[in-house]
């Protein structure tokens, strides 16, 4: 295939590896960079994935579509939780939230559709868009850089009866920021007005530390017709490296996502699946921690911020990440975290690998180790310092 220049290798995965290269030569790196969650897998679903590997059918094929008795459960928490109004035909599992993305989107577009999507943003999104369709049309909306509120006003002026879809994120990577539920709702008439798809990333629903509710945009529908919903279990669960998802679709679209799997993954690992289909009903004891724990490690970014008064930043309110202004050091995304980890050992991410609009933010990971992040933010505070005196 003809790559499109904007597919290029994932700035954070990137990252990641250049952190890892770096620790192997013996250096201390405090990284605040991927979005990985910092607690342990729940014992119910390693236990569960033994007894799924002791299973002959684990070695074996399943369907593309996933195992109905998982796809069942998957539905049924889901009409529960979020109100969504859909049923097992629905539901796709797929190897990973990134692939279910992906198979939508290629089901989805025809040459010249748009797309539009909300920056700054999850740095698969775009190449994720060429891939699908080398000539689909990109359009973008930026969030406020003083609030990282998104204006309806803004949207509306993009979303278009030429718009094939528009993709949204929430709780939000990389501001950590949730859309309520009135602006989700208008988005949604915006949408039907325009015959546009919603695809609605939910990756990070459990994961919310703040006064907020999560609010799935599926939910406004009788059925599932124009709202796609993608989610999945390696953040809440602590299970990234299974790579399991899952999108709920409309039935007219399910058989272009069936085939698209057949051809490309042909199923979802039979003994991941197995494991959490054993496992059910998920545990949610962890998540109560762990977001607590995220509130106060919130608390204590804000404590950064307000000792850096050179600095501004988002206010996190769900997943792992919080968004930093760095525009008043002088530096761009790249010189500043080029900078802080060769003189702190601080990793962070550059805010142009997800929007060059968004060069003078870092994007920090709080899902590390409190005592951690409480030093990370002691190296910061002296860095910022050391710029003053330059």
Not at 26 to 52: C, Q, R, V, W
Not at 311 to 323: A, V
Request: glycine share 6%; aromatic share 8%.
């Amino acid at each position: 295939m003809k790559f499109n220049k904007t597919i290029e290798d994932s700035p954070t995965l990137q990252f990641a590896e250049a952190v890892n290269r770096r620790r192997q030569r013996g250096e201390e790196i405090l990284s605040l960079g991927l979005g990985e969650p910092d607690f342990a897998t729940p014992e119910i679903l390693t236990d569960a994935l033994a007894k799924a590997a002791a299973m002959p059918s684990s070695s074996r094929y399943s369907s593309p579509l996933g195992l109905p008795s998982l796809r069942q459960k998957i539905s049924d928490d889901l009409v529960r939780r979020c109100g969504l109004p859909c049923r097992m035909d629905n539901v796709v599992i797929t190897p990973g939230t990134k692939a279910a993305l992906q198979l939508v989107l290629m089901a989805l577009l025809q040459p010249g559709d748009e797309v539009v999507f909300i920056t700054p943003a999850y740095v698969s999104y775009e190449p994720q868009i060429y891939i699908a369709e080398q000539k689909a049309v990109v359009k973008t909306v930026d969030l406020s850089h003083t609030d990282y509120t998104l204006s309806m006003e803004r949207l509306a002026q993009v979303v278009s009866p030429r718009t094939k879809a528009i993709i949204l994120n929430t709780p939000h990577n990389p501001t950590g920021t949730m859309l309520p539920k009135p602006l989700l709702c208008d988005i949604y008439d915006l949408a039907r007005n325009n015959n546009a798809y919603i695809i609605s990333d939910e990756i990070y629903e459990r994961l919310v530390f703040s006064e907020m509710s999560h609010f799935s945009i599926g939910s406004c529908e009788s059925e599932v017709e124009n709202v796609i919903t993608v989610g999945g279990f390696g953040k809440s669960m602590a299970v990234t490296g299974w790579r399991v998802g899952y999108c709920v679709v409309s039935k007219s679209l399910l058989p272009k996502i069936n085939k698209l799997q057949q051809h490309i993954n042909t199923n979802t690992a039979t003994v991941l699946q197995q494991a959490l289909d054993l496992a059910w009903p998920l545990p949610t004891s962890h998540l109560e921690l762990y977001n607590a724990t995220m509130r106060d490690r919130v608390a204590m970014y804000k404590q950064f911020l307000a000792a850096n008064p050179i600095l501004r930043g988002s206010n996190p309110q769900g997943g792992f990440f919080s968004f930093l202004n760095i525009g008043n050091t002088g530096l761009n995304s790249i010189d500043f975290t080029t900078r802080l980890v060769a003189r702190t050992g601080v990793a962070a991410t550059a805010g142009r690998a997800f929007s060059p609009l968004w060069d003078d933010h870092v994007r920090l990971s709080l899902a590390v180790d409190s005592k951690i992040l409480a030093e990370a933010f002691c190296r910061m505070s002296d860095f910022i310092i050391s710029l003053k005196q330059c």
